[in-house]
């Protein structure tokens, strides 16, 4: 039996039989193409603007979610008026996974890559009782932390990456996937003598991200994620036979309004290093999109760098099997558990 017509109207004005909206997000905008076998020394994963013309991921996706240009990030905003300024966030290393994947930034269009420690790929360590990372961990584009710059607040130079970003969301994320975050906090890590930003962040189509705002709401809505993050920064590398990093503030995390400070300094650094004002040493500049930068190059030439890699097709797919036993890791007021990670890979 047909529904009467007055009751389709009402329906349909209330929503009801269209097709789902469709969210336009940060990720719909950017595609990437990966080259080499995952798991492997060679693996690449390179960036595509809308125009599907490869980019560098550092260099060409704008800080600020929206954008196209720089704009001016104000210093305060207020949570009461509903405006939020939003970032925008590259996802290096997906939840609960243990390879290090980073920004490769001494390499040209800077794809994501594996860490390579002592001619070995790099795999973080279970921390207990944690399965590698315990956030959706990566950067924020068009940042830099000068290593030239001593900072006045920790003491310590910058570490020559981009601004760290640990997103706190619900969601498992994608390797290459561009998310769009409020900024909520951050933690000043010094990293074998280096300071170390990581930048507290929650992603805007989260659940939670209408009730979480701040670094205050992150401990009343997620209790006790604050204190494991602290507490994995501190011990992660001790599995490798390092020291416990240390932090500034006695490891406190500072507040929205700190945090977006750092982020426009460290934009201000980047500024710097891709107009020839800052020595970057190593770092590779080589960009498509950035107005007036002496390392723009054309798009034939970007496209020529990734063409020049081995392509993903046709090679088999590493699943990466770990296996190991339990150390102990004790420190002056907490006896932690991690995971030491001798595994294998195996490819499949």
Known sequence: MRAPLGLLRLLAARGWGR???RCLGAMARYGTE????????DYRLYFKNPEGKYISPFHDIPLFAGSKEDKEIPAKRSKTTGSEVLFNMIVEVPRWTNAKMEIATEEPLNPIKQ????????????IFPHKGYIWNYGALPQTWEDPSHTDEITGCCGDNDPVDVCEIG?????SGEIVQVKVLGVLALIDEGE???????ISVDDPEAQKIHDIDDVRKHKPGY??????????YKVPDGKPENQFAFNGEFKDKDFAVEIIKSTHEYWKALLHKKADGGTIKCTNVLVGGSPFCCGEEDAR????????????????ELREGQWKIIVTINVTTLASSLHGRHQCL
Do not use: M
């Open 195 to 201: 300071t170390d930003w990581k930048i507290i962040a």
């Open 34 to 41: 990966q080259r080499g076998r995952p798991h492997s020394p």
């Open 19 to 21: 097709p789902p909206r």
């Open 304 to 319: 020529s760098i990734v063409q020049s890699l081995c392509q993903l097709e046709n090679l088999p797919l590493c699943e």
């Open 170 to 174: 619900s969601k498992i994320r994608s």
């Open 115 to 126: 860490d390579i420690k002592k001619g070995k790929l790099r795999y973080v360590a279970n």
């Open 226 to 235: 604050l204190e494991a993050t602290v507490d994995w920064f501190r011990s």
